[in-house]
């Protein structure tokens, strides 16, 4: 009966965790002083209430879905502290959780690995950048070995490559081909939110490397579109700011 209740505990932790993080992402732009990656605000059962520690299962958990949250609103400085702890927590609890939580960190971590790499490398922190590149590349590498299970997650392997080509090699032709053939493949296999996000992410592509303000606007729309299917109006209308500030130098806009 014990352990019933305790298990009864955790589903409703995790619970009002992902509540939190669908509401975060479904917020408007009157939101735009609170933190997207901020799950505190998530209700707590009554044993978290009396300061028992949650066990780090869940708090892995909750590090993956806040690592999510900061690769969709770029949140970086964020990112980087709660891939630390994810990482090590996903040592303590790696025979505990799934393999899509896994996957989910591994994609996300790539994405804003590739983009925190690229802006170090050009301001000169090589260090950092190196760092960063070696942890996006590893993603890939990832996501190449899961690709041989099933094409499922062909479109985030896509995405890394795009993201790698674009911040890290430079390689913006390659890059611009695997953008479209990460936003093809996520809706062939209907991961809206990710084709909504590679599409972001293609926009920002175009504005800041070919200064092609018409084709990041449509894919700025493209992306528009899909966070609204997805149900995200907040970053549904983020996408509206930029299409409205395309000629605002990017560095602005983060």
């Known amino acids: 009966m014990q352990h019933m209740t305790l298990a009864k505990h955790h589903s409703l932790v995790v619970a009002n965790l992902i509540r939190q993080c669908i ?29 028992k520690k949650r066990p780090l299962v869940i708090q ?12 969709f609103f770029r949140c970086y400085d964020v990112a980087k ?14 025979m505990l959780t799934k393999s899509a939580q896994c996957a989910e960190q591994t994609f996300c971590a790539g994405i804003v690995s590739a983009a925190i790499a690229g802006d170090a490398l050009v301001l000169g922190r090589d ?8 942890r996006a590349k590893e993603a890939v590498r990832r996501y190449e070995e899961l ?3 099933g094409p499922h997650f062909r479109h985030r392997l896509a995405a890394l490559q795009a993201e ?16 479209d053939e990460s936003i093809r493949l996520a809706g062939e296999h209907n991961y809206v939110h990710e084709q909504a996000l590679v599409c972001e992410l ?20 493209y992306a528009k579109k899909y966070y609204l299917e997805w149900g995200s109006k907040r970053k549904a209308q983020e996408m509206d700011k930029w299409i409205a500030d395309l000629a605002i130098p990017i560095y602005q806009w983060f």
């Open 23 to 51: 509401y975060n992402f479904q917020g408007t732009a009157d939101d735009s002083n609170i933190d997207p990656t901020d799950l505190s605000q998530s209700p707590s059962p009554p044993a978290a209430r009396e300061g």
């Open 81 to 94: 502290t709660v891939m630390k702890k994810c990482d090590d927590l996903h040592e303590a609890v790696k």
């Open 60 to 71: 892995y958990r909750e590090c993956v879905l806040r690592l999510q949250l900061a690769c």
């Open 147 to 149: 690709c041989q299970h």
């Open 127 to 134: 260090a950092e950048g190196e760092t960063y590149s070696s």
């Open 164 to 179: 790698i080509n674009f911040h890290i090699e430079k390689d913006f032709a390659k890059a611009s081909v695997l953008y």
């Open 202 to 221: 293609a926009g920002i592509f175009h504005k800041k490397e070919l200064i092609d303000y018409e084709k990041a606007s449509s894919y700025f729309d």
